[in-house]
């Protein structure tokens, strides 16, 4: 069956540094776009990263545009997110997804946590 599983999230400094990933399985991960997602505590969920299935087209939400890298490793099934220069409106639960317009997917991990606080 398809299963995304994320991993990496944590709890760091503001300004700090965390890598994401997400492990896919169950499709042909090569042919698909996929995306980022989050949703912050008491809030909805916000789209923040698309990668095309060759890895060669990536768009970022403005919120995170400058700071965070979406990148994919074809061979390894593995998606990932570099986030650097975090802010404390940074914290919330990062989903990995595919079949996804904006923040509305059809398949989504179980998501990872990230806390950004001094």
């Known amino acids: 069956q398809v299963q995304l599983v994320e991993s990496g999230g944590g709890l760091v400094q503001p300004g700090g540094s965390l890598r994401l990933s997400c492990a896919a399985s169950?499709?042909?991960?090569?042919?698909?776009?996929m995306t980022w997602v989050r949703q912050a505590p008491g809030k909805g969920l916000e789209w923040v990263s698309d990668?095309?299935?060759?890895?060669?087209?990536?768009s970022y939400a403005d919120s995170v545009k400058g700071r965070f890298t979406i990148s994919r490793d074809n061979a390894k099934n593995t998606l990932y997110l570099q986030m650097n220069k975090l802010k404390p409106e940074d914290t919330a639960v990062y989903f990995c997804a595919k079949d996804c317009h904006g923040s509305s997917c059809g398949v989504w991990g179980q998501g990872t946590l990230v806390t950004v606080s001094s």
């Open positions: 990668i095309s299935s060759g890895g060669g087209f990536r």
């Open positions: 169950g499709f042909t991960f090569g042919s698909y776009q």
